[in-house]
Structure formats: C-alpha cells, structure tokens
Nanobody
C-alpha cells in the first residue's frame, strides 16, 4: 500500500531554515505528482506546494513563494521541501501527499518557528 514517511521537522528560530523529506513507497512514484500541505493549530489545512511527476513544474502558495522550494528525486522515491527565512506563521504540521488515484497522506512532521 501507499506509504509516505515525512522527516526533517523541528524547532527553528525565525529566519532559520529546514529541509523536509518524504520517502515514498507502494506506488509508481515517478508517475505521481506530489504535494506538501500544512495545518496550523485552529486553522484549515493549506496547500503549500505541488510538483509534477517529472519535476518540471512547481506551484506555491503565495505565503511561501520565494522562501520555499519543492523538489524530488525519482531515483530515491523522495520529495523535499526546502524552507528558508522561516516565520512564526510557518509553524504547522507538514504533510506529504501523493496524488495517486486519490490523495494519500503521510503522518506529518511538526515544524515550529519560535525564538
């Protein structure tokens, strides 16, 4: 079955950076668009970024444009989210999502931006 394992979250100071990873298995990763979502306490889940199966096209939420970069390595079945210039409002649980028939969700990795 589809398995998505996020890692790389943690506590970081404002202005810092983190790189999230999502290791995927159980489906044809190289044919599957992937996304990162996030959910902050008391807020709705938000689409952060999406990358096409070949990595040639990416989209970003306005709130993260210019600071976050999504990428993928199809040889390693892994998608990444590089996050720079982090802000307290980036604090959330970050989920990896595979668009394989339907959306498949990982368990999430917590990102906390605080001084």
């Amino acid at each position: 079955q589809v398995q998505l394992a996020e890692s790389g979250g943690g506590l970081v100071q404002p202005g810092g950076s983190l790189r999230l990873s999502c290791a995927a298995s159980g489906f044809t990763f190289s044919s599957t668009p992937m996304s990162w979502y996030r959910q902050a306490p008391g807020k709705e889940r938000e689409l952060v970024s999406t990358i096409t199966s070949d990595g040639d096209s990416t989209t970003y939420a306005d709130s993260v444009k210019g600071r976050f970069t999504i990428s993928r390595d199809n040889a390693k079945n892994t998608v990444y989210l590089q996050m720079l210039s982090l802000k307290p409002e980036d604090t959330a649980l970050y989920y990896c999502v595979a668009h394989w028939g339907r959306r498949h969700w990982g368990q999430g990795t917590q990102v906390t931006v605080s001084s």
